[in-house]
């Protein structure tokens, strides 16, 4: 089972991996387990190592319990969850790597083997410190952001944003149904949607009224509240979240189906900084807007006047392609796994994986497949035109 769900390792980028690899020789590090590991294994799945008939996948598995891991080779596990640690364990051997570099430096800085002209940096505290080189620290490649913003519905008042990271999406599905189902944008459209937060402290509001009645108050308001993307990953993991929970307290499945598409441009779901001017069809407003980011579903839905921009749907910086599905047949408690995937050989190709069985597949069988996790890629300014027909 789980040589098979490591499937999922083909969505990682090969440069991330080989870029730790090369850090970790950089500092003849040997603590690193899991990114050799997952090296081997990503190449033995995909031809690049020979004709593999039996590999044990057990050396991954051995790495990521060697992390702490609670991992057992006789119960079922979760894809999703699977990829949470490993993402998690692999950013904590980048951390080590670069922590046990700085601590090298600052023996060398205690031997005062260090110059004191222009390769030393001055600071307030320790009057100088090392200027340090060296190895470019790996960037995780499914680290996104988020850009929180709340604005009082009574004055207009717009607290600073709040960025907060994520290494994927989690999209609700509740909205869709046996029937009809959903579409992906439809849940990117949940969401980015305007949140109504009540009893919220306003500055703004507690000043006026300050300065009127010449009382320290804190006046509390209805805020509105919403959430874009403000920085994109290179690769883009999303999980439809299938389970939930019943009336009865029950854990269920959602058996509905979500179309998603092979191209997709993330525009409509971005913040962009107050001074960019994005091209939009809308009337200038005597008020800006809260986040500018949004479909035109959600445009209509807006209240108070916020309008949201960023509906240039041909900015080619924010279109990604789709490389991966992950399905899960079963219900909340127990099922299978399998996966489709883009060809190594060849990308326009897809392969469908299930345990032993591997086999070529048409793109309208992945299309329309119940998928549970998907995994696109940034698409490179430079081949867009040729990729995607608007």
């Known amino acids: ?78 894809a999703y969850e699977f990829y949470q640690l490993l993402i998690a364990t692999l950013n904590e051997e980048i951390d080590k790597l670069f922590v046990n570099s700085k601590d090298d430096v600052l023996k060398i800085r205690k031997q005062n083997h260090l110059p004191r002209a222009n390769s030393s940096i001055i600071n ?49 599905i509740e909205h869709a149904t046996i029937k009809h189902g959903c579409t992906m944008e439809s849940c990117f459209d949940r969401l980015i949607k305007l949140e109504r937060v009540e009893d919220v402290a306003c500055q703004k509001c507690s000043e006026q009224t300050c300065s009127i009645k010449k009382i320290k108050t804190n006046i509390k308001r209805l805020f509105l509240r919403q959430t874009t993307i403000s920085k994109l990953p290179q690769c883009l993991c999303i999980e439809l979240q299938r389970t939930y929970y019943a009336n009865d307290g029950s854990t269920r499945k959602n058996q509905s189906f979500v179309r998603f598409p092979e191209f997709f441009d ?14 939009t069809s809308q009337s200038h407003t005597s008020r800006r807007p809260l986040l500018r980011g949004g479909s035109s579903e959600q445009k209509q839905k807006m209240s108070c006047s916020l309008s949201v921009g960023a509906t240039n749907s041909c900015s080619t910086a924010n279109w990604y392609k789709l490389i991966s599905v992950i399905l899960h047949f079963g219900d909340a408690y127990n099922g299978h796994f399998t996966v489709f995937r ?28 119940y998928a549970y996790m998907l995994f696109y890629e940034k698409l490179d300014l430079h081949t867009l035109d040729t990729k995607v027909t608007l």
Request: hydrophobic share 35%; with cysteine.
């Open 124 to 172: 307030r505290v320790s009057r100088t410190l090392p200027s340090l080189d060296t190895t470019h620290r790996p960037n995780d490649p499914f680290r996104g952001s988020f850009a929180n913003r709340m604005i009082c519905d009574n004055c207009g008042y717009r607290s600073a944003i709040k960025f907060q990271k994520f290494g994927s999406l989690i999209l609700n």
């Open 1 to 78: 089972m789980w040589f098979f769900k490591l499937y999922q390792l083909l969505a990682l980028p090969k440069k991330w991996i080989q870029s730790i690899i090369i850090s970790q020789k950089k500092n003849e590090n040997k603590e690193l387990t899991v990114a050799p590991s997952v090296e081997k294994i990503i190449k033995v799945l995909s031809n690049a190592k020979g004709n593999e008939d039996d590999y044990s996948a057990m050396e991954v598995i051995l790495s990521l319990q060697a992390h702490g891991w609670m991992i057992s080779n006789n119960e079922q596990h979760d």
């Open 342 to 369: 883009r060809s190594p050989g060849n990308p326009e190709r897809w392969v469908y994986i299930s345990d032993q069985e591997v086999k070529y597949v048409s793109k309208e069988t992945v299309m329309n497949s």
């Open 266 to 279: 993330v525009t409509p779901y971005r913040y962009y900084p107050k001074d960019r001017k994005m091209q």
